[in-house]
């Protein structure tokens, strides 16, 4: 997909296009990694748009992605799903992988729920373990604000605390409350598609790195570039390479989402209702 898809003129058609039968302001904005993207389906009195249609999306590839935007009333509040993501290694450009967030944004919303699937570093990052972001390491070193600075935010935007404190703190409550067992960790982010060598592992783990996986860390540049609150939360599929006997499949991935579909999403509608 060309750069000239994904400029401010293809937001405001986008946000045109989908005002035309949808007035809502969302609250919230939550992206729905591999598959979690039934979560969408809990919205009610939804409206969903499918992402191929509007200007300048791009399309995603991957197995569990669906593409669409689903807005809908979801714990007591009006949000807005990302339901289907896109990613550096299908071959988008940066700025075309964060175009979800920029268009999110300019529907209204002042906050952003990413999800994601890892594979687990920490001994204590098992398969089945939801971890909530506290910070990451963008071991791609690209972002989506390279190039000229022409969507109004500041062109060298603070990132010493991505996610947001206070948020994690009230869901890690609510979690604990709900009896939902958390952790909290460092993500990093690598290009992929390729699952990284036991190496990479062993120098990640170094480097602090609770989890890895190959998304979420170019929407939260985004976001933050934009004055959203982010809050993150990785649900650990696997064990990253060399950490298990077993090879690492994507199949895998998506199998150990659907078995905890059921807490994440207690977790979720947790998190929307602190993110007051």
Wanted: net charge positive.
């Amino acid at each position: 997909m060309p750069e000239t898809s994904v400029t401010a003129a293809d937001v405001r058609a986008a946000v045109a296009m989908i005002r035309e039968t949808e007035p809502r302001v969302p609250e919230v904005a939550l992206v729905l990694g591999s598959g979690l993207g039934a979560l969408a389906e809990a919205a009610e009195d939804a409206r969903a748009f499918p992402t191929e249609d509007l200007p300048g999306y791009p399309r995603s590839t991957v197995a569990g992605h669906r593409g669409r935007l689903v807005f809908g009333r979801f714990e007591g509040r009006d949000v807005v799903f990302i339901q289907g993501r896109v990613h550096l290694y299908e071959g988008h450009p940066m700025r075309a992988v964060t175009f979800p967030v920029r268009l999110v944004h300019a529907l209204g919303a002042r906050r952003l729920l990413v999800t994601n699937a890892a594979g687990g570093i920490h001994p204590l990052c098992v398969p089945g373990t939801l971890m909530f972001i506290t910070d990451h390491i963008n071991f791609t070193f690209a972002s989506p604000l390279a190039g000229p600075n022409t969507d109004g935010g500041p062109r060298f935007p603070d990132m010493s605390a991505p996610y947001d404190p206070a948020w994690t703190d009230r869901a890690e409550a609510a979690a604990l409350r709900q009896g939902i067992a958390t952790r909290r960790g460092v993500y990093l982010w690598t290009r992929g598609p390729s699952y990284e060598t036991k190496a990479e592992i062993q120098a990640f783990k170094k480097l602090g790195a609770d989890a890895v996986g190959m998304s979420t860390v170019p929407e939260v540049i985004q976001a933050r570039y934009l004055g959203m609150r982010v809050l993150g939360l990785s649900t650990i599929t696997n064990y990253a390479a060399g950490l298990h006997a077993d090879p690492l499949v994507h199949e895998d991935v998506l199998r150990v989402g659907r078995l905890i579909r059921g807490a994440l999403e207690r977790l979720v509608r947790s998190v929307v209702r602190e993110a007051a």
